[in-house]
């Protein structure tokens, strides 16, 4: 740690120093101190849970950056090898909360690829659906709490709303209100209740309808405009090298998606009919996040009301396919990746023909995108630390596993 760092306060009785009250630098006499280190966290309002920050602190300047994780560890990796096949996947949805469904995505990819299996078209294109209504679940959350940090409380009634329109038609389906539990190995847990697609076409029509009201509210609001643009700029260069993806790394101009470069589900057919469109912005800024948050709801919003209409043309068909009671995976290794709301997921699942993994391991969004904060802190403010951080987009139990 630094010494070399003066304070503006003299060693008089009374310590004061005129230099000082008029806002010099004083004669030089002053005494030399260290710079402060300050724990943000790991329960603190600015920390999204229990994250921890150690900032080195020159003034209310940050000159270092730590980030201190593993508060919420489970040990999720290790106890996928001494659950089944079917068990697992209710471990994975957990470690993003706000994106379940994509969770269970990637498990369940690595597992039919490993066995071969062939999912009924009316699963895949479920799964499309599903896959997007949980994107903008997340979304909203993030649209409404990160402008709670900046100190402005009403967005976040705004988000709740339209949250809680799409989770009325996620939960009747599955049942549950953030861990569906809906994904099987070979399709889905069973089929629509009657009338469904037209309940989930109506709220993605009210949530569009809805959704300038946030949009109004505070992209065009002159304070959150100063604590956003210019503020936290994430250079393409450290995207690279952090392995940072998703909407973070879309906000700096890099156009990765797997959606569309590696398609997989119902994405290929509705790339080609232009329906998936890949959001970014070149600023690399925390309103540039922000928007482009904003953005990929409106497409997904976009490819919710294409995977309905598809839907609504399918004739009646199984979901899923028949499975033996005891599952057992042949003995091999995959890697299966998704696009998750936070970014790219993937899942190497190594197998030696039992009924549970040798080997699964996550590598998750939120753990790379944090990765990058002791790059990007340096040099900022305390305030502008708390902008960046909630623009960063991440679940504690995405980075701890």
Not at 179 to 206: C, I, Q, T
Not at 240 to 246: I, L, R
Request: include cysteine; aromatic fraction near 8%; hydrophobic fraction near 45%.
């Amino acid at each position: 740690m630094s010494t070399e760092r003066v304070v503006g306060i003299g060693a008089g009785a009374a310590g004061f120093d005129p230099a000082y009250e008029r806002g010099g630098t004083g004669s030089g006499s002053e005494l030399a101190t260290t710079d402060m280190v300050l724990n943000i966290g790991p329960q603190h309002p600015a920390t999204h849970g229990v994250l921890r920050l150690r900032l080195t602190l020159d003034g209310e300047r940050i000159v270092g950056c730590e980030p201190i994780i593993g508060y919420m560890h489970r040990g999720a990796e290790k106890l996928f090898e001494v659950r089944d096949y079917r068990q697992i996947i209710v471990l994975a949805n957990r470690h993003d909360w706000l994106s379940a469904f994509a969770n269970e995505l990637g498990v369940v990819f690595a597992v039919e690829r490993m066995m071969g299996l062939e999912v009924p078209v009316r699963a895949v294109w479920l799964r499309t659906l599903l896959a997007e209504l949980n994107r903008i679940l997340n979304h909203l959350m993030f649209l409404g709490s990160y402008p709670l940090e900046l100190g402005a409380i009403t967005p976040v009634f705004y988000a709740f709303r339209e949250r809680e329109t799409l989770q009325a038609v996620m939960e009747e389906l599955s049942g549950g209100r953030m861990h569906y539990m809906f994904n099987r190995v070979g399709g889905l847990k069973e089929d629509l209740p009657y009338g469904w697609l037209g309940r989930a076409s109506a709220a993605s029509v009210a949530v569009r309808k809805r959704l300038p009201d946030i949009e109004d509210i505070i992209l065009g609001n002159e304070i959150f405009r100063a604590r956003t643009v210019g503020v936290g700029k994430l250079a393409p260069e450290l995207i690279a090298q952090y392995g940072v993806s998703g909407p973070i790394a879309r906000a700096s101009g890099v156009d990765a998606d797997l959606r569309r470069d590696e398609p997989y589900l119902g994405y290929d057919e509705l790339l080609r009919d232009g329906v998936l469109r890949v959001v970014t912005r070149p600023e690399g800024d925390c309103f540039a996040r922000f928007s482009v948050l904003l953005e990929q709801v409106k497409v997904s919003l976009d490819l919710v009301d294409a995977c309905v209409d598809k839907l609504s043309s399918l004739p009646a068909g199984p979901v899923n396919v028949r499975l033996p009671k005891i599952l057992k995976v042949p003995e091999g290794q995959t890697y299966a990746w998704t696009e998750s709301p936070l970014g790219i997921n993937g899942y190497y699942l190594v197998s030696r023909g039992d009924k549970t993994p040798w080997r699964l391991k996550l590598r998750s969004a939120s753990f790379n995108n944090i990765s990058a904060l002791p790059a990007l802190l340096p040099g900022t403010v305390i305030p502008d630390m708390i902008a960046i951080l909630g623009s960063m987009f991440f679940v504690v139990g995405d980075i701890d596993k």
